[in-house]
């Protein structure tokens, strides 16, 4: 019946479309026939209705159909050899990827719809083997295992139709592909080819006469300009194995021999018998390094000889020979190729430029004296004695009432009796007869203020200790004697030893520079002759023959920012010192008591601190900066020596100035009294400069003061460049 049915649909369609009936019914009973005896069948269809092909197709594959209304296509199939009904549905296939549809299975029903929506329909998801003759769509998950899968998408996306699907997903680096069967299957054998495991192998190529690591450099930058593309393959890759002096070689089997072949023919013996060269040095000094090469081949040939098992004998040592040329600073060196190799890299990590560092020391002593003296002498005398009768008598200011009775008796002694300091007022009654008194009113007061900076500083290199001393010598009487046997005109000459002693500023820095910090030794001394006249004052002798030096020291080690300020010890002492004479009980009665006491009052404040400087000089352009600020500081204090005259008594004479540079880069004051530089960096290339110190603009501060809005020096930058004054602007 279903046979006779299918006849019958095929028949009204050929009757519709005014086809020739026969050839129908030959297809339909042939199709009839291979259903009751499962037999393959043979079809020819010309301009039938896809809808009506598909109607035979399911009659032979027991297949249910469903059609989208677009699906809509006359179609012709001649078969001119039977088939069976299983490739009777893949031909089926065929005719819809010619007419632009697809079949996509979806439960108990097929899906013809146009291939457009291709990406959109399930099909068949992950199937366990993809058909490559199959035109069915499927959804295939390739895992990548050698390559990566975002990279192999732009090759393979013009293998695919533009209805078809192609993602990568990078984190598990698979690809998702959907299309038809015959097509996934050939993407995948691709896939597959390109996904091979890099097998290449390593190959260790000891060398004999020449070093592994000149060798690599050399065929190394042979293919660095060779791109990967015009070497093919895996690309090269050496490595130098200094110690078995060794190239490690990887990459593509075909490069490899290349480049074995290229190293092999490098490994030759010198020409000239020998492996000697000469290395000049840049910033070493070569007397002072040969000495250490020597006694590093010697260190490694003994521990090659122990690694052996046995010494090294003294035909080993000959092979490798170092010794300077101190005109030339170079080294002179002959060893085989692995001894000459390490060499060779020992010298490049020393004969390197080494950092400088600008060291400003700031010390700064600040003194504060001040003394009171207030007091009453008086005496009363009978007529004609010469013991009072009732005295008070004290020295004030270094004088008393017989002091001032002794300068008025001897007008010559009023110098050297001290009566000129101070203020004295003086009463009294001097007669023949009757009581004679007298009495004084003496107050002294005096005060000693002192500031002194000093900011010793001197650029070293790292690891290089430095020392600047501005001092005096001064000489100390280290003994005398007198020899009697000497004698001239009746005078016995002395001898004496005089031995000289530094006083001043003295700073020793040695600094460790460790990348932005720097560990610095320091020492620091500061000492001073103490004048006779101030310990007179302080009633302690003084001699010009054994001067009084006061000497202030520091030794440390501290850790400190590259252009920061650190203060690195000091001292402050405040003392008050009070001194009262007076008559027992007498001078404690209110107001009257004054008459009969003396009061002292001494008070001395010492303010001394010590900080310390330092800036990093990596290159020229460091050190350059440094030196011109220093150079125009020097500059300006020369232009302010003298003052113009009016009348000049050298006509066209003046002061000698320093020639102005062509490059020089202003720099503020640190403080008004003495420049060390600046706490911020320089201003960039062409940057507007400030204006020039000797004309500063209308409303500009004081000189020395700080502007306003200026953090303090802590606050600062600690990337500064070192400078110590505000130089003029270029000239």
Not at 61 to 81: E, L, W
Not at 334 to 358: C, F, N, W, Y
Not at 679 to 696: E, V
Request: charged share 20%; proline share 8%; glycine share 8%.
């Amino acid at each position: 019946m279903r046979s006779h049915g299918l006849c019958i649909r095929l028949a009204r369609a050929c009757g519709a479309r005014g086809l020739g009936c026969a050839a129908v019914l030959a297809a339909a009973m042939g199709v009839a026939a291979a259903q009751s005896a499962g037999e393959r069948i043979t079809l020819n269809f010309q301009g039938i209705d896809i809808r009506q092909v598909a109607d035979a197709v399911g009659m032979v594959t027991h297949k249910n159909f469903v059609f989208d209304p677009r699906v809509r296509a006359p179609v012709t199939m001649i078969s001119s050899t039977p088939i069976s009904p299983a490739a009777l549905y893949q031909t089926f296939l065929a005719i819809l990827q010619v007419h632009g549809f697809i079949a996509v299975p979806d439960g108990e029903v097929v899906k013809i719809v146009p291939d457009a929506d291709e990406r959109y329909e399930p099909g068949a998801v992950l199937p366990a083997e993809v058909s490559s003759s199959s035109d069915e769509i499927v959804t295939q998950v390739v895992q990548v295992r050698n390559v990566s899968a975002a990279q192999l998408v732009p090759v393979l996306r013009p293998l695919i139709p533009n209805q078809a699907d192609l993602n990568a997903y990078p984190p598990a680096n698979i690809l998702i592909i959907s299309d038809r069967a015959s097509n996934v299957s050939r993407l995948m054998r691709i896939i597959s080819r390109i996904d091979e495991s890099n097998t290449s192998d390593i190959d260790v190529i000891p060398l004999q006469n020449a070093s592994a690591s000149e060798v690599a450099r050399v065929v190394s930058s042979l293919y660095e300009s060779q791109s990967q593309s015009e070497i093919g393959g895996t690309p090269l890759k050496l490595v130098a194995d200094e110690r078995s002096n060794s190239i490690l070689l990887s990459g593509d089997a075909n490069s490899r021999l290349r480049a074995k072949a290229l190293i092999v023919h490098l490994d030759t013996p010198s020409t000239y018998g020998g492996s000697t060269q000469v290395i000049f040095l840049h910033y070493e000094d070569a007397t002072k390094l040969a000495p250490k090469l020597k006694d590093q081949i010697e260190g490694m040939e003994e521990a090659a000889a122990a690694a052996k098992g046995g010494s090294s004998d003294q035909g080993s040592k000959e092979e490798a020979q170092v010794w300077p040329d101190e005109q030339n600073n170079a080294l002179v060196v002959t060893a085989p190729p692995k001894t000459m190799g390490e060499i060779r890299s020992i010298v490049d990590r020393l004969d390197i430029r080494r950092a400088q560092v600008l060291v400003q020391a700031i010390i700064v002593d600040v003194d504060f004296d001040k003394s009171t003296e207030l007091g009453v002498n008086w005496a009363v005398y009978s007529n004609g004695s010469t013991i009072p009768g009732a005295t008070f008598l004290t020295p004030v200011g270094g004088a008393s009432l017989v002091d001032l009775a002794d300068s008025i008796i001897n007008p010559a002694n009023l110098p050297s009796t001290g009566l000129v300091n101070g203020t004295t007022v003086a009463l009294g009654r001097i007669a023949k007869t009757g009581i004679s008194f007298a009495a004084m009113l003496r107050a002294l007061q005096s005060s000693d203020d002192s500031d002194i900076i000093a900011t010793p500083s001197t650029v070293t290199m790292d690891h290089q200790e430095a020392k600047i001393e501005v001092a005096e010598e001064v000489p100390f009487v280290t003994g005398q004697y007198t020899n009697a046997s000497t004698v001239t005109n009746g005078t016995v000459s002395p001898f004496q030893t005089i031995q000289n002693e530094t006083v001043g500023t003295i700073l020793k820095i040695t600094p460790d520079i460790n990348n932005n910090d720097l560990i610095l030794k320091i020492d620091i001394e500061s000492s001073s002759v103490i004048p006779t006249s101030e310990l007179e004052a302080e009633g302690e002798s003084g001699s010009t023959v054994n001067p009084t030096t006061q000497k202030r020291t520091v030794t440390t080690e501290v850790l400190i920012e590259n252009g920061g300020i650190l203060v690195i010890g000091g001292l402050i002492s405040n003392e008050y010192d009070r001194n009262t004479t007076g008559v027992p009980l007498l001078s404690h009665i209110p107001l009257l008591g004054q008459l009969f006491q003396d009061r002292q009052g001494d008070i001395e404040k010492k303010d001394l601190m010590i900080f310390i400087r330092a800036q990093i000089l990596r290159d020229g352009t460091d050190a350059g900066v440094a030196t011109d600020a220093e150079y125009q500081f020097m500059r300006k204090e020369q232009t302010q020596v003298g003052e113009k005259e009016l009348i000049p008594l050298v006509p066209g004479a003046s002061s000698s100035v320093l020639p102005p540079t062509s490059k020089s880069v202003p720099q503020p004051n640190f403080v008004g009294c003495c420049d060390l530089g600046p706490l911020t960096a320089p201003p960039p290339k062409g940057s507007t400069t400030a204006a020039p110190q000797d004309a500063p603009p209308k409303g500009a501060p004081p000189k020395g003061a700080q502007p306003q809005g200026t953090p303090p020096p802590s606050a600062q930058p600690a990337t500064a460049a070192p400078a110590s004054a505000a130089p003029e602007s270029p000239q």
